[in-house]
């Protein structure tokens, strides 16, 4: 990661993790449990990719006149879904795991009807969010919307629903991807196209954004998988080796390991292609692509 990416990521992760501090202070008597529980999930270690792509955006399309505190409602929202997300994913009845982003999951820390109930929060949290910001009435508007489609049903959930049932089952690529462009995809589309529009950007160049984060997204996808089963539980943060386990279809399983490596870079270069249609300086947006597919967790 070049030395501009990690401060503009660090700057990002400290300003939205203080929105979400100052959302999530406890306020409500008896429920004291259900905060620390939403806090855990949402303020522990995490990269705030989705976050830092809102950031990255907006700034990108508003250049010298960007104002980061314009973005921080979005930002924490989004990284509040991505955690209810999470936590619901860890869950037994879902993918059953004990360890997230290096520690014990939240429903090993807490228990799991806390967690189940820190997700619903969180998720509800984020519309407070957005509600809640001081972006023109039009704008917010639209920025609910962006985050309504891709967390729910034709979004995330979605994704995630095809991944439950997809479990002992064999994916054709086309499948694969369409499993992924809406389980991984839809949020970091999302954060970049709220970006974007926090930016002020035109439909084509909403249009150019889209088609950046649509190959990130999944590029986001496939390096989760080649690590999967190239680093060890400790790098990870999460354990090693858990879609074979569970004998879930992968982009490894499907290409084997240097055909997920192709369609990574093909992906990579997809996203620079598409950020070459913007007429704005995108070095920050071009090095956040060199990320996430050099990544090592």
Not at 55 to 76: E, H, I, K, M, N
Not at 231 to 253: E, F, H, I, M
Not at 261 to 288: C, M, V
């Amino acid at each position: 990661m070049s030395a501009q990416l990690q401060t503009f990521l660090q700057q990002a992760a400290a300003r939205v993790e203080a929105e979400i501090e100052r959302a999530l202070e406890p306020s409500t008597a008896g429920a004291e449990k259900l905060f620390a529980a939403m806090r855990y999930a949402a303020l522990g270690p995490g990269k705030r990719l989705r976050p830092g792509l809102v950031y990255a955006c907006a700034q990108t399309l508003r250049g010298a006149d960007f104002v980061p505190a314009r973005c921080d409602a979005a930002a924490a929202a989004l990284e509040c879904i991505h955690a209810y997300s999470l936590v619901h994913d860890d869950l037994p009845a879902m993918d059953d795991d004990d360890l997230r982003r290096g520690r014990p999951t939240c429903h090993i820390e807490f228990n799991e009807a806390c967690a189940i109930l820190a997700g619903d929060a969180l998720q509800t949290q984020a519309f407070e969010l957005l509600l809640a910001s001081d972006a023109a009435p039009a704008l917010k508007l639209r920025l609910l919307e962006e985050l309504a489609a891709a967390a729910g049903s034709r979004g995330m959930v979605a994704g995630q629903a095809i991944d439950l049932d997809s479990v002992d089952k064999a994916l054709s690529l086309p499948q694969l991807e369409t499993m992924h462009r809406l389980k991984t995809g839809a949020l970091i589309r999302a954060s970049a196209r709220m970006g974007a529009l926090l930016g002020g950007a035109d439909e084509a160049e909403l249009a150019a954004v889209s088609r950046y984060a649509e190959a990130i997204g999944l590029a986001f996808q496939v390096q989760d998988d080649i690590l999967d089963v190239t680093a060890d539980t400790a790098t990870l943060g999460k354990t090693q080796g858990a879609d074979a386990a569970r004998n879930k279809p992968t982009y490894v399983s499907l290409l084997g390991l240097e055909g997920a490596r192709d369609k990574l870079q093909g992906l990579h270069r997809q996203a620079l292609e598409s950020l070459a249609q913007l007429d704005r300086d995108t070095s920050l947006l071009g090095q956040l692509a060199d990320y996430i597919v050099q990544r090592s967790h």
